[in-house]
């Protein structure tokens, strides 16, 4: 094993899981790992305690005149949950068919820990960087980054970049350098539907009493029309459309046909808003999912149960140029305009973060092509990302810098799922690149 794969190794096997309480300890030891490593790299590294988990910054030494790029990352995890469907322990990493087996190996430790061992790397080559760095590093991006943006705005002066670099996002397909140049917002909330003030017996008051999973599933259904097209009053309403030359350039982009989605995903067929291709829907248009969804008995066999409460957590995934707050709005006028009677309801919001563009055009931009291009010997495909990284508009308000999204993982990585992996190539790939990324955005010309 090569020593940057021990380094991986070693950052994966702490459970960093974010959003158990039970595992604060460990995404502390994980963050301290971190400041270890930064520190004994030679860059000035610091633990910023925050009200939940740790923020790590490190720096080289800035030099007057030189562009300074900032490098984000997170060190926090998912939940392992289902763990019997895991292969192999999540927190113990496994190389098996060329893929690192772990949880976060792809989300974000793998594309991460690739940024700080290339900066490693040049160091000990080159004894310099070309630029200013700054690595920002939390433990919170799983949960919605609470914290980030407070310490963000207390620490606004000494963070000032010219650009962001991101690797926490994906490409097309196996060797294609992919460059994101937007991300979609969300928005999410849990609801909750009561009726009486106990389980009751479905043979002796059903038909009598209104049943909160049946409303539940009435709430549900109303959601979407029968194409699969958001039915909620004004969510389209602020919608951006889809550039002609985007619709152009995505046509010809490989790994994300129909046929892609079919065999990537296993599922029986494709279904979602007409008139547009499932790379447009998942990159561009906005959608409301529901994540989970529950009531009454879920044991073994039949328990004839009129359920008191059912329950059913749903994100809205939003594009330029929605707000949160205002779909959100919407969607809790509808669930309250659709409430069957007989039933109280409860909407608990959950996080939210808006969605980001930038133009994928810009001097930076160009430069991260050149890197990627360099790297992989390949055009690189543009595109926007459908997952969520909510940070990143908030940089763009509080720094003022645009960031590129160099994604790394492939569409069967398992993000969030049992059996996350990462292929060794990419990470291998991902040091180099950030070799050639801090070499390209260092060139003045054109920038």
């Known amino acids: 094993m090569t020593p940057q794969l021990a380094d ?12 158990d309480s039970r595992h604060a300890g460990d995404v502390r030891a994980c963050a301290e790992w971190l400041v270890d490593k930064l520190t004994g790299m030679g860059l000035a590294a610091e633990l910023h305690p925050t009200p ?13 005149g030189r562009r300074t790029v900032l490098i984000y990352g997170h060190y926090d995890v998912q939940p392992v949950d289902p763990l019997p469907l895991w292969k192999s322990a999540p927190f113990e990493p496994e190389i098996r068919d060329g893929k690192i087996w772990a949880r976060g190996s792809a989300d974000n430790k793998g594309q991460m820990l690739a940024h700080v061992l290339g900066v490693e790397k040049t160091l000990r080559e080159q004894g310099d960087l070309p630029l200013n760095l700054i690595f920002l590093f939390e433990g919170e991006e799983e949960i919605g980054s609470p914290n980030l943006g407070p310490f963000l705005l207390a620490h606004r002066d000494e963070l000032r970049c010219d650009v962001i670099a991101i690797s926490d996002t994906g490409m097309v397909a196996p060797g294609m ?37 049946t409303a539940v599933a009435r709430l549900v259904a109303s ?37 892609d989605f079919l ?7 494709l279904f979602g808003e007409p008139g547009y291709s499932p790379a447009e829907r998942t990159w561009a248009r906005p959608t409301a999912e529901v994540n989970g969804i529950g009531g009454g008995y879920q044991g073994e066999g039949s328990k004839t149960v009129l359920p008191a409460e059912a329950f059913v957590k749903l994100s809205f995934r939003l594009v330029p140029d929605q707000e949160p707050s205002k779909v959100m709005a919407c969607v809790v006028s509808h669930l309250e305009r659709h409430c069957p009677p007989g039933v109280t309801l409860e909407v608990v919001h959950g996080h939210d973060g808006k969605p980001y563009a930038t133009d994928p055009h810009s001097p930076f931009g ?3 092509q050149d890197a990627l291009r360099e790297v992989f010997g390949k055009e690189p495909v543009l595109i926007r990302e459908g997952g969520s990284i909510p940070i990143v508009q908030t940089f763009r308000e509080i720094l003022g810098a645009d960031t590129l999204l ?42």
């Not at 991986?8 to 959003?19: D, G, N, V």
């Open 263 to 269: 065999k990537g995903t296993g599922s029986p067929g």
């Open 366 to 368: 160009k430069a991260a």
């Open 223 to 259: 959601l979407h029309d029968a194409n699969g097209k958001v039915a909620v009053d004004g969510f389209y309403e602020d919608v951006r459309p889809l550039e002609s030359w985007e619709r152009d350039m995505w046509a010809k982009v490989p790994g994300v046909s129909e046929a």
């Open 177 to 213: 350098p992919t460059m994101g140049y937007g991300l979609r917002g969300i928005s999410c909330c849990e609801v909750i539907v009561r009726g009486p003030k106990g389980d009751l017996h479905s043979g002796l008051f059903g038909g009598a009493v209104a049943n909160p999973a």
């Open 8 to 19: 991986l190794f070693e950052f994966l096997r702490f459970p960093s899981i974010s959003t």
């Open 406 to 447: 160099l994604g790394l993982a492939l569409s069967d990585a398992q993000v969030h799922a049992p059996n996350e992996n990462f292929p060794v190539e990419n990470f291998e790939a991902g040091i180099r690149l950030n070799q050639a990324l801090l070499r390209c955005l260092s060139v003045k010309s054109e920038i």
């Open 52 to 64: 939940g988990h740790p923020v790590v910054v490190a720096r080289n030494a800035h030099v007057s």
